[in-house]
């Protein structure tokens, strides 16, 4: 402050600092009722002996740099952001830290106004004024300290939680690192494998750039997942891949099937990019490894589809599933559509004759044709391919082979 506050004015300041234990009582059980962290159960008991005391610091720090007279500012600022390290340790929202602070700056300034007489209230102006620049400074520290620390807690929260499903996946018990995250291996889980395509901002920035945007959209992600299927979930989420392992009963019941299919638009939504899916249930822990890569093989089955959030689940993808699996069948049966590769308008036409359920007519008006090109081009198909698309063994055939060819597998 460029004046020095008058004498009466200091007396003021004074009195209030002596009030500071009323003060902090009446904080901390303002903070007890009105607290949406701690909920129900909470009292003033779990937090009275370090709120109060820290009321009472915060207190000096702004009567005491208020009147321009505190040696112990730093000191003091290092005790609140110990304090507010601790609370982000706790888990409270920096907002709700920064609310804390605004309603003792309040309590204290209606104290050091009940202390001025109206002869005196000359300078209060420059006194609230000193104050509230005190004020930002502490709310400054403390919501920085919070933040760091939040921030730190949150990394190793998410990495060990990244390790865990890593450990269940293999094969690996994880009660230890259970144990680190606080939480208890569940006796049996649903396994969700996830893709996440780029959002606009990634290709468009700089490598740092792509980083944030990309850990932005995993991040949201993860927070749309917890908000659905509850806290106990375990994700290990990348900035274009994830695992996810979600707690379930073990018996037979596919109640969390209905909850995940209506969840996954959501995530492409908040995602701002693709997301696909594909899932698969472990009876127990011991069955994650098999489920895990079940649950991958799904998700890389409907990767290509263009359906927002699709979702691999094998019931609907029994025959692709088989198709897939690497045999030596799956090379020679792609061989058999080879010969219309030259022939694009062939491709389409036969396409579309499954597609309409070998409905020659109905083919021909999508397409736009006459019914008997259709018919030309099916014998053009049956002369290239050695295979009659109007015989059942054929359709079985070729009908394998397309599915096979549009499923777009590496080395197929």
């Known amino acids: 402050m460029s004046q020095p506050l008058p004498p009466q004015l200091l007396a003021a300041l004074g009195r ?6 009323e003060i902090s009582a009446q904080a901390v059980e303002r ?14 008991e779990h937090v009275y002996p370090v709120m109060a005391r820290n009321c009472r610091i915060f207190g000096q720090f702004l009567l005491r740099g208020a009147a321009g007279a505190n040696e112990d500012a730093q000191t003091q600022l290092d005790t609140l952001a110990a304090a507010a390290q601790d609370r982000a340790e706790d888990g409270l929202p920096v907002t709700d830290l920064v609310d804390s602070y605004l309603m003792i700056v309040d309590m204290i300034c209606q104290a050091v106004l009940s202390e001025v007489s109206a002869a005196d209230s000359a300078g209060v102006g420059a006194l609230l004024e000193g104050m509230f620049a005190q004020a930002r400074r502490a709310v400054y520290t403390v919501s920085d300290a919070h933040q760091q620390e939040f921030e730190a807690v949150g990394t190793e929260t998410r990495e060990a939680a990244r390790d865990l499903v890593r450990e269940l996946i293999s094969g690996r018990p994880g009660a230890e690192l259970a144990q680190r995250l606080g939480t208890r291996v569940a006796p049996a889980y649903v396994v969700l494998a996830l893709h996440l395509g780029e959002h606009p901002a990634e290709p468009a920035a700089d490598e740092v750039g792509r980083r944030i945007a990309g850990r932005r959209k995993a991040r ?28 379930a009963d073990p018996g037979p019941s596919t109640a969390w099937l209905t909850t995940i299919q209506a969840m996954m638009p959501r995530l492409e939504a908040v995602a701002g990019a693709t997301v696909r899916g594909g899932v698969s249930a472990a009876a ?50 792609l061989r058999v559509i080879e010969p219309l590769t030259p022939f694009p308008e062939l491709v389409e036409t036969l396409q579309l004759y499954f597609d309409n359920d070998f409905n020659r007519r109905r083919t021909a008006r999508v397409l736009q044709v006459h019914p008997n090109t259709i018919d030309n081009r099916l ?29 777009n597998l590496p080395g197929a």
């Open 220 to 247: 949201r992600v993860q927070q749309e997942i917890r908000r659905t299927l509850g806290g106990d979930v375990l994700a290990a989420l990348e900035r274009d891949e994830g695992m996810v392992l979600i707690p």
């Open 16 to 21: 209030a600092e002596r009030r500071l234990p």
């Open 284 to 333: 127990a822990t011991a069955d994650l490894p098999r489920a895990a890569a079940l649950a991958r093989n799904l998700l890389n089955l409907v990767r290509a589809r263009n359906d927002p959030g699709a979702l691999g689940v094998l019931d609907n993808l029994l025959v692709e599933y088989q198709l897939a699996q690497p045999t030596d069948a799956r090379t020679s049966l």
């Open 31 to 44: 903070y007890a009722q009105s607290s949406p962290h701690y909920g129900e159960g909470f009292t003033t």
């Open 379 to 407: 014998a053009k198909i049956a002369d290239l391919t050695g295979t009659d698309p109007r015989s059942s063994r054929a359709l079985m055939l070729l009908g394998s082979a397309l599915t096979l060819a549009n499923l």
